[in-house]
């Protein structure tokens, strides 16, 4: 479904992704993990679109997404993004958030949007907090909305970008169960995550990012148990002093 090649980005002339290759099957979970400034999140943003590739290929279903000419409001119809700090509009209820983009993006009829965001969250056990506005949950909950806000426009791929580093430890478990659910229904995903618990239980594919670059990739199990790489190692011989594996 997706195919990175040779993907390079610079901010200020030092490189943050330095000639990136990963590819992601349909239905396939992929945990990008490594240390703050190896490029994880930057390649998310690349992948939506928010930010320009210097040079390489993003393919979407085949298509080149990261030539100049592609409308990126297209792209992004099929991609659900979710950032860390949940980005929800403070002013307007949680109904009103999940359907504003399936309303004015997607041409939807308000009754159908509003009929399949009360599913979703009644899915994810929001059901009463439809009406409610986000100064009013929880981190957890307002996390959830985030990611419902994504779904309701039925996207290809779902990026998720250190969705739980903002949450208090107890919340986290109950964004990461909805993130479980989203794989046993099959939904292709990357994220990006310092949790390694989770990466090893939800994840098909790690992939360990350093420079810029993909250093190691493989199973869970063999990424996280067993390293090749020396690099990898010396990282998550850090997680694990830290407590964190």
Do not use: W
Not at 50 to 62: M, N, Y
Not at 202 to 227: N, S, T
């Amino acid at each position: 479904m997706l195919t990175c090649r040779g993907v390079r980005k610079e901010f200020g002339g030092q490189p943050v992704l330095a000639d990136l290759d990963l590819t992601v099957a349909e239905h396939e979970v992929v945990a990008l993990i490594g240390a703050s400034g190896s490029g994880k999140s930057t390649l998310l943003r690349c992948v939506n679109l928010l930010e320009e590739i210097d040079d390489g290929v993003i393919e979407l279903d085949g298509e080149d997404i990261s030539d100049p000419r592609v409308d990126p409001d297209r792209v992004r119809r099929r991609i659900g993004m979710v950032f860390q700090s949940y980005n929800l509009f403070p002013h307007l209820s949680v109904l009103a958030n999940i359907t504003l983009a399936p309303r004015r993006v997607h041409r939807r009829d308000r009754a159908e949007a509003e009929a399949q965001a009360r599913d979703l969250l009644a899915r994810v056990g929001l059901a009463d907090k439809a009406d409610a506005y986000p100064d009013r949950l929880s981190g957890g909950q307002q996390q959830r909305v985030a990611i419902v806000r994504a779904l309701a426009n039925s996207p290809r791929l779902m990026l998720l970008d250190e969705i739980t580093s903002a949450l208090d430890p107890e919340l986290v478990g109950e964004v990461l169960a909805m993130v479980r659910d989203l794989k046993a229904d099959g939904m292709t995903m990357v994220l990006a995550t310092h949790e390694m618990g989770f990466a090893r239980d939800v994840a098909d594919r790690v992939c360990f990012l350093d420079g810029g670059r993909v250093i190691e990739q493989g199973p869970p199990e063999q990424v996280l148990g067993e390293p090749v790489q020396p690099r990898t190692r010396q990282f998550l011989r850090r997680i694990i002093d830290a407590g964190r594996l």
